[in-house]
Nanobody
Framework: QVQLVESGGGLVQTGGSLRLSCAASGRAFSVYAMGWFRQAPAKEREFVAG????????RYVDSVKGRFTISRANGKNTLYLQMNSLKPEDTAVYYC???????????????????WGQGTQVTVSS
C-alpha cells in the first residue's frame, strides 16, 4: 500500500495557473503508474491525466490537453500536475492515485487504481 498526500490547490482566477503535488510514501513509488482524477460538485469523479511508471507515457482527458501537464520525480517520490489557462469548469477536488499493478501505463480506468489521496480543492473564479 502507498500513502498519498496532495497539496497545491487553491483559488485562482480564470486564465491562472496552479501546480499540484502528490507526495507518496510506503511501497516503491517508482514502479507504479500514477494518475490524477477530479470530482466537481454533483458530478462523478473523472480521469484527468495519467503517467506510466517510468514517465515515458502520458495521457489526458480531451478537456485538459494542451493546458495540463503531468510529470513525476521518482527520486523524490512525487507526482505533479501543472495546470495552466485554468477555466471555471476545472473547479473540482483533485485526487492523485496509484495503479494497483507494477509497471503500468497510467490508464484512464478508475478501477485500475488502488490507492488514493485525500484530495485537494481547486477553485477557478470567473
Amino acid at each position: 500500500q502507498v500513502q498519498l498526500v496532495e497539496s497545491g490547490g487553491g483559488l485562482v482566477q480564470t486564465g491562472g495557473s496552479l501546480r499540484l503535488s502528490c507526495a507518496a510514501s510506503g511501497r516503491a513509488f517508482s514502479v507504479y503508474a500514477m494518475g490524477w482524477f477530479r470530482q466537481a460538485p454533483a458530478k462523478e469523479r473523472e480521469f484527468v491525466a495519467g503517467i506510466s511508471w517510468n514517465g515515458d507515457i502520458t495521457r489526458y482527458v480531451d478537456s485538459v490537453k494542451g493546458r495540463f501537464t503531468i510529470s513525476r520525480a521518482n527520486g523524490k517520490n512525487t507526482l505533479y500536475l501543472q495546470m495552466n489557462s485554468l477555466k471555471p469548469e476545472d473547479t473540482a477536488v483533485y485526487y492523485c492515485a496509484a495503479e494497483r499493478r507494477r509497471y503500468g501505463l497510467g490508464v484512464a480506468e478508475e478501477n485500475e487504481y488502488g490507492d488514493w489521496g485525500q484530495g485537494t480543492q481547486v477553485t477557478v473564479s470567473s
